[in-house]
Structure formats: C-alpha cells, structure tokens
C-alpha cells in the first residue's frame, strides 16, 4: 500500500525536543523531496521544512530555522523532523508530505498526521 | 518572501452550483500554484499542481487557471464530497506558503 505514516507526536513542555518521524512505504521513497507541514489548532497549512532526495539540499521556514532539523534515512524509507527549543506556538498536527520530484514539487501525497502539544 | 491572498474565506453555495476561488500572489508565482482540498481531521489533498493540472483521480468538474499572480479554482456542479476547505500553495521560491483558505459551506 502506498502510504505515509508519522509518528513521535507528544505533549512535551516549552525548551523541550520531540522527534517526528514519517515511514514511507509503496513508493520509491529515495527518488522524491519530503516536506514536513504543519496546522495549529483551528488554523491553516504552515510549511516547515523540506528535504531533497539524497538529503544534501535542506530548507526551512524562519520560524523553525535554528531550532528544527530535517533528516531522512533512505535505506529504512524515514524523514524525521528533531524538533528542539520547543515553544508553545509550535503546538500543532503536524504532516509529512511526498513532493512531485527529486527537489521539487507540489506535496502529492501526505501522512495522517501527528500531534505535538507544547505546554507546561 | 511570496504572500498569498486566498478569497473569499468562507462561501456558501448549493448542490449543483458553480463556485470560483481566487488566490493572489504578492509577485510572480510562476505558475507553480498548487490547489489542495482538506476536510475535518483529515490530511490535505492534493488537486491541482501548476496551475492547472489535475491529479491523478480528482474530478473533471475540478479545474485552475490563472498565471503569474492571479489564480483561479473552478468547481462546476457542485457534490456533496466538495463541501470541505481549500488551500493555494505556491512552490516557486522558498519560503513555500499557503493562502489562507477558503470553507466552501453548503447553503
């Protein structure tokens, strides 16, 4: 089956760390980019970050610059995201997403998502 | 940076209509807009890329225009499965962004 699964959402308190994680299966995981993007509560679609297929070229908003850290291990089919000073405004579902290409791309297939709950 | 400006925010409209959502860029998205579909508790789903390329399975009453900074989403004859929310994306320069949204409500 062709499916994005993440996990390693949590309630964690601020300056705290989480890391996400997105398994890919069905697909060939090491030809495409992958996109973490996240929804605060009653809110819209934020980007946070991208990576590229071999994982040499990253990209991030300038909310999480500094703070997150994009992976991903093609040999397992995993992207994670290492969320570290965590802030209350990072409370969010976050998703993982499949872009159309190798560094590239509209996000042509997502994960269900994980919630991350940052509060004290 | 692009911004992009999604209208109207809400829209209320009956089965059988035909609905049209504008987003606009604050410069030249290059044709690389995005069209996603998400309904409560579900993931988005992609619709359109470039402008106006249907994703494989997305109904044919579904369709974008538009180019440079001014965007369209036609919806024509509308279904039940339509009434959700719906997001533009640009992906021609980073930082990558979403308009804010449109709730397509049932009237």
């Known amino acids: 089956e062709v499916q994005l699964v993440e996990s390693g959402g949590d309630l964690v308190q601020p300056g705290g760390s989480l890391r996400l994680s997105c398994t890919a299966s069905?697909?060939?995981?090491?030809?495409?980019?992958m996109s973490w993007v996240r929804q605060a509560p009653g809110k819209g679609l934020e980007w946070v970050s991208s990576i590229s297929n071999t994982g040499g070229d990253t990209d991030y908003a300038d909310s999480v610059k500094g703070r997150f850290t994009i992976s991903r291990d093609n040999s397992k089919n995993t992207v994670f995201l290492l969320m570290n000073n965590l802030r209350i405004e990072d409370t969010a579902v976050y998703y993982c997403?499949?872009?159309?290409?190798?560094?590239?791309?509209?996000?042509?297939?997502w994960g269900q998502g994980t919630r991350v709950t940052v509060s004290s | 940076d692009i911004q992009l400006t999604q209208f109207p925010s809400t829209l209320s409209a009956s089965l059988g209509d035909t609905v049209v959502i504008s987003c606009r860029a604050s410069?030249?998205?290059?044709?690389?807009v995005a069209w996603y579909q998400q309904k409560p508790g579900r993931a988005p789903k992609l619709l359109i890329s470039k402008t106006s390329n249907l994703d494989s399975g997305v109904p044919s009453r579904f369709s974008g225009g538009g180019s440079r900074t001014d965007f369209t989403l036609t919806i024509t004859n509308l279904q039940p499965d339509d009434f959700a929310t719906y997001y533009c994306q640009q992906y021609s320069s980073s930082p990558l962004s979403f308009g804010g949204g449109t709730k397509l409500e049932i009237k």
């Open positions: 997403a499949k872009r159309w290409s190798e560094n590239f791309g509209a996000f042509n297939m």
């Open positions: 069905g697909f060939g995981f090491h030809k495409y980019a």
């Open positions: 410069r030249n998205a290059n044709d690389w």
